[in-house]
């Protein structure tokens, strides 16, 4: 009996020993480690279920329809079934991105850049660097990041106020190999104005309302599992 609790006494050692060892290397999550939401997805799966809705009641309405359901979503790989106009000079890009990815959806991709737009705007001119990231392809984030050192080293703080996205225009499409690049018109109206460490503004002035167009392209490899599309280049318009 004593050697049977002596060899218990010791499993149960052995086994506490390997569970510390397991939670100090995998870590603890923590809160503020949370994974930031992905616009892009989000806009899908609204597309996606309001597709669905929209066809149960289309499908309610017609008594007796038998008709089996389409072979999932966006079976025809074409521009014109996306609802991008044939003549755009991006529907060959799309049709391009569709057939490499069926569940490319152009209409739920603008409303995410929308939103991403928005978080992306925001996140710099409070300098969160935690939240502009995720969203930005590694030199993209290295030149936001350094223009927000530089904003720290002079003292300065930039308050920016979106007082209106106007529109946000899919104006190009194209695939690189395996990588889907989506090029995204957005035409705003905001306030800028850079303040000096005792707020007093040093450029621009929060009364004046400037029209800004920005032009900026999202990348996507179609054969990764990461869903997220990425900012990999800006330009003013």
């Known amino acids: 009996m004593n050697n049977d609790l002596i060899l218990t006494l010791i499993f149960a050692a052995v086994a506490?020993?390997?569970?510390?060892?397991?939670?100090?290397?995998?870590?603890?999550?923590?809160?503020?480690?949370?994974?930031?939401?992905?616009?892009f997805a989000e806009a899908e799966r609204?597309?996606?279920?309001?597709?669905?809705?929209?066809d149960g009641a289309a499908k309610?309405?017609?008594?007796g329809d038998t008709a089996l359901p389409a072979p999932g979503p966006h079976a025809d790989?074409?521009?014109e079934a996306a609802g991008v106009d044939p003549d755009s000079p991006a529907a060959?890009?799309?049709?391009?991105?569709?057939?490499?990815?069926?569940?490319?959806?152009?209409?739920?991709?603008?409303?995410?850049a929308r939103a991403a737009f928005d978080m992306i705007v925001e996140a710099f001119a409070k300098g969160d660097r935690d939240a502009l990231e995720p969203l930005l392809a590694p030199d993209v984030f290295a030149s936001f990041d350094a223009a927000i050192a530089e904003r720290e080293r002079a003292g300065e703080t930039l308050e920016t106020t979106i007082v209106a996205l106007n529109s946000a225009e899919l104006t190009g499409a194209e695939m690189q190999g395996r990588t889907a690049r989506v090029t995204v018109t957005f035409?705003?109206?905001?306030?800028?104005?850079?303040?000096?460490?005792?707020g007093n503004p040093v450029d621009g002035d929060p009364a004046t309302i400037e029209k800004i167009t920005d032009i900026w392209t999202f990348?996507?490899?179609?054969?990764?599992?990461?869903?997220?599309?990425?900012?990999?280049?800006?330009d003013g318009g």
């Open 16 to 39: 506490a020993f390997v569970l510390y060892k397991l939670r100090s290397v995998l870590g603890r999550r923590e809160g503020h480690e949370q994974r930031p939401p992905d616009v």
């Open 219 to 234: 990348a996507r490899d179609t054969r990764s599992r990461d869903p997220n599309w990425h900012l990999v280049e800006t």
């Open 60 to 63: 309610d309405s017609v008594a």
């Open 92 to 112: 060959e890009g799309v049709a391009a991105i569709r057939a490499a990815d069926r569940y490319f959806d152009p209409g739920a991709f603008v409303d995410g």
């Open 77 to 79: 790989a074409g521009a």
């Open 187 to 198: 035409v705003s109206e905001q306030s800028n104005v850079v303040k000096d460490a005792d």
């Open 46 to 54: 609204k597309a996606a279920n309001d597709g669905v809705a929209k």
